[in-house]
Every structure is written in C-alpha cells, then in structure tokens.
C-alpha cells in the first residue's frame, strides 16, 4: 500500500493506538482549545496547533470538553461563543483515524456515545451558547454547531456546512440525525445527510439551520480574511451578551403560520401519514441510485425515523447505527478511499527548485480548453495556442461557460469570471512561448504530429521548459524520441470533462529526470487535481484496465446481451455509468485505436470478442456520444433514463453475434468484466507499472469510478480474499480462455496470505 512517506492502513492504526494512549496521560495542558472572557462571554476558541484544520480527535474532544467545562463553571462567564482560530475551518469533523483503530462495534459506539453525551451537556447548559461559523463546518463539527443555541455564520467562499458522513459509509453519530430534522424540516434535513452536500451561509440561513449571517469585509490594516473573522467574533460576542440579559430571544425553533414552508416543515414532523411519504420516497430515492449497494443511507432513514417516533431511543439507535456502519466491508473500502486520496493529495517527490509559473497548453479542444480552465487561477501565465483564431474562439467560449456556470451558482462573481478570462492568452504562433515555464499537449492522438509539434515547441521555449503530452494511450518514451530534451519530457493525462473529474495520472520515462516528475506533481496538485505517477507502458494504468473492461463488454454483446441490459448490470454492480455508455463517453473511435494498439502489443488476452465490430462501429460514423450516436444515440434527451439503441450499431452488432451462444447470466456479466479490471490491475502492479496498491486504487476510482463501494481493485481483493479470486477466474478461465488467467502477484498473495492493503 505504500506511496512514499504513507504510513499502511496497519500502521495508521498502530499510530493512533499510541497517539491515543498519549493524549490519555498527557496531564491538563490544553493544546487544542484556547478560552478568554470578555465582558461575561466566554470565548472557546479551537485552534489545534500546527494544523490548517481543526478536527474531531480524542485530543480535541478532551481539550474541548475541558474547555467547556472551565466556562460553564466560571461564574463571571454569563454566555458563550464558540469559533475557531483557523478563519478558514471550523471543525473538519471528525478524524478517520479514530475509527480506523477500532477494531469491535463496541468501540466505535463509545466514540458515538461520547460524542452525543458532550453535545447534549451544550444543549442542557443554562448559559446560551453561540457558534461563530466561519470556513468548512463538516461532520462532527456541524453537530457541536447544532448543540448550540444559536448560530451564526460569516458570508464567504470558504464557509460551507454540512454532514458529509455517507461519503464514508457512516451516518452523523453524535446527535446530527436526531437534532437536524426538527431543526430544518424532514424534507431538507434528508437529503443533506443522504447526499452530504454543502450548504453555504446564506443557504444555510434560509433553511434555519443558521440564524444570523454576517457579512465578509474588504480591505483594512489586515489582510481581509482576518479581518472578517475578527469581525465575525465580535458579532457573536454581541449576540452572546444579547441572549444573556434578554434582550435578543432564542430564536423559536417552530414554524408558524399557513405558508408553504412552514407547512413543509412541520407536517412531516407531525403527521405520521406525510412522514411515512417522505420516508417512503427517499428510500425510493435511495434504492433507485445506489441499488443497496451502500448501506448507509438507509441507516440514516431509519436512524431519523426512529428518533421522530420513538424520541427516547432515538440517540441509542443512532448510536447502534453508527456502529453497525463502521464495521461494514463498505464503510472500510470508502474510509480507505479517503486515506488514499489524502496520499495523493501530497509531492511525494518533493518540492520542485524551480515550480512552473507560467503556463502554455496546445490544443483549444475540450481537453486543451478544460486543462486551461484549471490553470487559469492558479497560474500568472496561461497561454492557449491553436492554429486558427476560430479554434480558439471555440475553446475560450467552452472556458467561458464553465466559469459562467460558477457564476450561476453563485461559485465565483461575474467580476471575478470577467478578470480570468480577461488573463487568458489565445495564441496561433509561438511568439509568446520564450518565458514559458511548462508546456502541456492536447492535441489529436496521432503520432507524427506530435513529433512535429515537440520539435517546434522546443524550439521556441527555454532550455528549463517542461513538454508534457495529455496523451491517454500513447507510448511517452516513443513520443519523447522527438524531444532534444527527454529529461524535461512527461505524460500527464487528464480525464474529460478535465474542470470535474479529479485524476491526474503522470507518466514518466527512464530518461524522465526528478525535477520534471516534481514539477509535474506540483502542477497537478495546484490545479486540484488528485495525482498518481505511473511508469511508461502500453496504456498507462487507467487506459490499459478500461481496455481490458472494454473488451470484455464487447465480448457479452456479442455472446447476446443487450447493450441496453449490459448497462443495467454495470449500474446494479456499482459502476457509475453502464459499459455500453461507457464505450460511447470514451468515444468508439478512441476505443478503436486502443484497441488495436493493443491488440499488437498484448495480443488476444487484452481484447475479447472480435475486435472488427469496433472497425465496423466506425466506419459507419458511430463514433459515441461526441458524434450524437454510438451504440446508443444522443440527438435528443433520453426517456425514462434510457437511450435508444442505435439501429446502424445494433445491426452492425448483430452480424458479429456468436451462432448458437446463449447469452450469458447477468451475474456472469457483472463478474466477468469487474474481474478482468482487477485482474489488469493487478499486472500493472506486477509489472510495476504502478508503484502500489494506493496509487491503483485511487487511479481506478477517480479516473474511471471502478465501483467506490468496493475501495478499488486492491482494497476488494483484500475484502474478497485472493484465493476466491483466483478460484473465480479459474473458472472462467476453463470456459472462456486465457484471457481470465490470474495474475501471478494474485497467486502469490494468495499462497502467502499477505494483504495487499497492509504489505
């Protein structure tokens, strides 16, 4: 599991078991919690040291707690406020890692019991209790914020409030399922909990789940965000003060009156027949976009329902819940994701001496513009070449509208939208390239073009100049034979649309020298991006597995299942789109080329089926959903969630139909294709293709949604077992060929019994 300097999930546990013991003795220092009074308010203030986040850990609670009770007990203090040193982080919640020591449902509900024990002494105190709500208010912190009498949040970009706990397999476990509904409503509360979205101030303020939204300030002696926290705090205290003598009332947490918002909020509350709709149709909802595959969910809805109808069990049943969660195979694959994810986040090649700053890409194309969308913020220079003023009109107007889509939803100011694109620089030459510090491609996949466009970039560009291809399948050493400068040469391979899926995945050669890969990183860390670094081979990673889900997809069509079942299978499974759907997004004629590209190197055990109905699919213009029609058409809006099957595709499909096969189980389909990926996986890792199991993991999630609630290739391995792995493609193995013949490394850790999680 290892990436460099990422401790294994063992020893992550090993850590926080030490970490834990510590904090237990350490004496009453309180490091993570710092309280004043002013004028009978008592300020609690988190600030864990050496951290931009502030989050939920043993070492926190205990500080807190402490905190709280040294205020509650201070006869001066009359009310209090609480807010957080870090102007852009209230609580993050709660640290994962405390979970990932548990190893008993019992200790994960006293961690739940514990937490709604603390936040129910806030709730019971005598002295009102204000939360001074400014950057992200996540989990468990939102659930010390729902404790308080009264909230009140600063107006900015950073702060953002929710309960995102189902991310994790897991369910709000320190009162959030019981004090959110009452509070916002039934209908609101729901699908914050069950999707984890983020509300911003002035949402939260029209749902009530705030009561006061104060505004951020401009410019002063100090630097903004300081000033408008500061502001922030006073106002609070204000309203602290307000509360203590009576001259502000808490707010009455009861709607009143006919309307239709307080009709909304109280009569699912109240009425047992509209609260059983309500329950009825989100887990409907539920069921319909997660196939059950995720249990969480519907432990929230029941955890809510229960605390509504049965009020005094309520906080045990979600008690129970949260353990029961927690020692899910599900919970675990996604907790392993989030750690995954935060070891991808980091430079594990260091900091780069000279980090790019000025940026050109080539190519105004979907993939030239979203790569340039990404780097226009985040870099002085972002300069967009293509050979005509018509190809750049197109790819400025695509940057254009995703960042008038942010101003839409209120994401960015039309000032801020007009600034950046006012500092895009559109080129046809490259009369600006002599100070460019990182070049990256995006060009049409054809070789010799490449090599023309590497000779003529290096020839315009300084010797420190970086050329990275956006290539997804073609070799980088072949196409760093162009470059006079093979050190400075990399892949770096975004994912379509580039502005939301989160991957980047780097590829580098032998001749690829540390500061470039560094370089690289850093680039990709600044756009946001989540990065893997993978060695040169045919495909990569990401492109080799989708090359082998691909063709095992084909192969089921042609056995006689339907592209249109094929996509139901894929969704039940836990796949984010179908595999029909999924040829038609990567693009038919893309798959044609991989395929037969691949064909050539790997030959037959890459591919399945016969690879003429890709040429055919092509040849007929059938070239997915860039073209309007693939296997499915796109030429208009698809009824009741299904496209039509294009008749020329299914025809085509139909010549190249096995004689006398029987199609084969729908099971036999899930099975057959997530087998394949793994296994293609698990060559790569073989092959050293990738450097571990994180990295794999987290390529196959991110870049292509290898079904999440499994945790990916390596994580599911693990879960399901090697043997039962290996025995399952056996058997496969014996009906269908060598194409299902278990990688070795399986077959090692198999005899072995190593994990590939913890090795």
């Known amino acids: 599991m290892m990436l460099h300097g990422f401790r294994s999930f063992k020893n992550s546990v090993y850590h926080v078991r030490h970490l834990r013991n510590r904090i237990c003795t350490r004496g009453l220092a309180n490091t993570h919690c710092v309280t004043s009074v002013q004028n009978g308010v008592g300020i609690l203030k988190f600030d864990s040291p050496g951290t931009k986040v502030n989050v939920l850990n043993e070492g926190f609670s205990h500080d807190c707690k402490e905190a709280f009770d040294e205020l509650n007990n201070n006869p001066e203090v009359k009310s209090m406020v609480f807010i957080s040193g870090k102007p852009d982080c209230f609580i993050a919640g709660a640290d994962i890692n405390m979970l990932a020591a548990c190893e008993t449902k019992e200790e994960i509900m006293r961690l739940s019991a514990g937490g709604q024990e603390f936040m129910q002494q806030m709730e019971d105190c005598k002295k009102p209790i204000v939360a001074a709500i400014s950057g992200s208010c996540m989990g468990g912190g939102l659930e010390i914020a729902l404790a308080c009498h009264y909230r009140v949040a600063l107006e900015s970009n950073k702060t953002s409030l929710a309960l995102p706990e189902v991310m994790l397999g897991l369910l709000p476990g320190s009162g959030g399922t019981q004090r959110l509904p009452p509070l916002i409503g039934l209908p609101n509360a729901l699908p914050m909990m069950l999707t984890g979205a983020g509300k911003n101030a002035k949402q939260a303020k029209k749902l009530g789940l705030v009561d006061l939204v104060i505004k951020s300030l401009g410019p002063g002696v100090n630097e903004p965000k300081m000033l408008s926290h500061n502001y922030l705090e006073k106002c609070a205290v204000d309203v602290a003060r307000q509360l203590a003598d009576g001259s502000l009332k808490k707010p009455k947490r009861t709607k009143s009156g006919m309307n239709a918002k307080a009709l909304s909020h109280n009569l699912p509350l109240k009425n047992k027949f509209l609260r059983n709709y309500v329950f009825k149709k989100a887990t409907q909802e539920v069921m319909k976009k997660t196939y059950g595959l995720y249990p969480a969910p519907l432990k929230i809805i029941d955890s809510v329902k229960n605390g509504l109808e049965n009020p005094s069990t309520g906080y045990s049943r979600e008690c129970e819940n949260f353990g029961d969660l927690a020692m899910t195979d599900e919970s675990r694959a996604l907790q ?76 960015m100011s039309q000032f801020d939208c007009d600034k950046l694109m006012s500092s895009l620089q559109t080129e046809v030459d490259y009369s600006t390239f002599k100070n460019i510090d990182i070049v990256i491609e995006a060009v049409f996949e054809d070789i010799n073009l490449k090599h023309r466009i590497i000779k003529e970039v290096e020839a315009a560009t300084p010797e420190h100049c970086i050329f990275a291809s956006n290539t997804s399948a073609l070799p980088i050493g072949d196409l760093a034979k162009a470059s006079v400068r093979p050190e400075n040469f990399i892949g770096m391979h975004y994912f379509s649309p580039v502005d939301k899926m989160p991957l980047l995945e780097i590829i580098t050669t032998d001749q690829t020298s540390k500061e470039t890969v560094s370089a690289a990183v850093e680039v990709g860390l600044k756009q946001k991006k989540t990065v893997i670094v993978v060695k040169d081979g045919p495909g990569f990673y990401t492109t080799r597995v989708i090359g082998a889900l691909m063709g095992e997809a084909f192969a089921c069509i042609q056995e006689g299942t339907s592209p249109t079942d094929l996509d139901k299978l894929f969704t039940k499974f836990g796949w984010p789109v179908g595999g029909a759907t999924l040829v038609d997004e990567v693009g038919i004629d893309v798959a044609y080329k991989v395929t037969k590209y691949f064909l050539e190197v790997f030959g037959e055990r890459i591919s399945a089926g016969n690879p003429k109905v890709i040429e055919e699919l092509v040849e007929a213009g059938c070239l997915g959903r860039k073209s309007g029609k693939g296997i499915f058409l796109y030429r208009s809006p698809a009824k009741g969630g299904t496209r039509p099957v294009n008749p020329v595709a299914q025809k085509i499909m139909d010549r190249y139909k096995q004689e006398g096969q029987v199609a084969p189980s729908g099971e036999d389909v899930q099975w057959r294709t997530y087998l394949r990926s793994v296994n293609e996986a698990a060559l790569c890792l073989q092959e050293e293709i990738i450097a571990n199991p994180v990295d794999g993991n987290i390529g196959l999630i991110f870049g292509i949604g290898h079904c999440p609630q499994r945790g990916g290739p390596f994580q599911f391995l693990d879960t399901y077992g090697a043997q039962n792995f290996v025995d399952k493609m056996r058997q496969y193995e014996d009906s269908l060929g060598f194409r299902f013949e278990p990688a070795q490394i399986v077959i090692d850790y198999a005899n072995s019994g190593k994990k590939f999680m913890s090795s």
Request: charged share 30%.
């Open 336 to 411: 392993s994701i989030y750690f995954g994810k935060q070891a991808c986040e980091k430079n594990h090649w260091g900091k780069p001496e000279r980090m790019p700053q000025n940026m050109a890409v080539l190519g105004a194309g979907l993939m030239g513009a979203g790569i340039a969308t990404v780097s226009m913020d985040k870099f002085p220079k972002v300069v967009l070449k293509d050979v005509s003023d018509t190809a750049l009109s197109k790819g400025e107007d695509m940057v254009r509208d995703v960042f008038q889509k942010k101003v839409k939803r209120k994401k």
